[in-house]
């Protein structure tokens, strides 16, 4: 079964704006998680490492302002899309390190569409 | 994290095995090689992972170079749900366990 589920799997929102996204690890705590963005034909980017009890990592040229992230529990990370816009629209995924860091299972992803 | 080179597509008929090749020429001594695949519209799934040692698991089989310079992923028989991008990634372990996925290689199984 899964271990990692997102929610919601598709959202359509409106410019202007906010999206959450929710990812939770189902089978076990994770203190860090990951947040991925995927764009059409294009491979995965990471977009912020999520640590649960502090503020989160932002690889460069992502906007932390604009992509909020909160760790609110050991297995709840979540993703606000702030002021969404059409550029916005894309996969987003998150993931979860297993097996001291070994593995990592990823969830089913979220497809945003702002329209 | 060193840098990977892999085909950017590859085919492979139904039940052969398919092979898939993956440089990582820059890779140092603390550094695993990972694999995972993407299904269409899903989220990536882990595959494999090995350090210097040949590896096999239920789904693939990892033969790394003895220079560890270059690696091949190989599903024993392929089939037709095994059509996907597959990913290799280097990655120390010393890090935050982030994964950097670069293009991959899309293998499309034929029947």
């Known amino acids: 079964g899964a271990v990692v589920s997102q929610h919601p799997s598709w959202v359509i929102c409106k410019s202007g704006t906010s999206v959450k996204i929710e990812c939770r690890s189902l089978?076990?705590?994770?203190?860090?998680m990951f947040w991925y963005r995927q764009f059409p034909k294009q491979s995965l980017m990471l977009m912020a490492t999520?640590?649960?009890?502090?503020?989160?990592?932002?690889e460069q040229g992502v906007e932390k302002d604009k992509f909020l992230i909160n760790h609110a529990s050991l297995t709840l990370s979540t993703l606000t899309v702030t002021s969404a816009h059409p550029e916005d629209s894309s996969f987003y995924i998150c993931?979860?390190?297993?097996?001291?860091?070994?593995?990592?299972?990823f969830g089913p992803g979220t497809r945003l569409t702002v329209t | 994290d060193a840098k990977t080179t892999q085909p950017p597509s590859m085919d492979c008929a139904e039940g052969r095995a398919a092979n898939l090749p993956c440089n990582h020429s820059?890779?140092?001594?603390?550094?695993?090689v990972y694999w995972y695949r993407q299904i269409h519209s899903q989220g990536p799934q882990y595959i494999i992972h090995g350090l210097k040692n040949n590896e096999t698991n239920e789904m693939a089989s990892l033969i790394i170079t003895e220079d560890r310079k270059s690696s091949t992923l190989i599903l024993p028989h392929a089939t037709l749900r095994d059509t996907a991008v597959y990913y290799c990634i280097v990655r120390g372990y010393s890090n935050t366990g982030k994964l950097i996925f670069g293009q991959g290689t899309t293998l499309q199984v034929k029947p």
């Open positions: 993931s979860v390190p297993y097996s001291r860091g070994y593995e990592q299972y």
């Open positions: 999520s640590n649960e009890g502090s503020k989160a990592t932002y």
């Open positions: 820059t890779i140092s001594g603390n550094e695993y």
């Open positions: 089978d076990f705590q994770a203190t860090t």
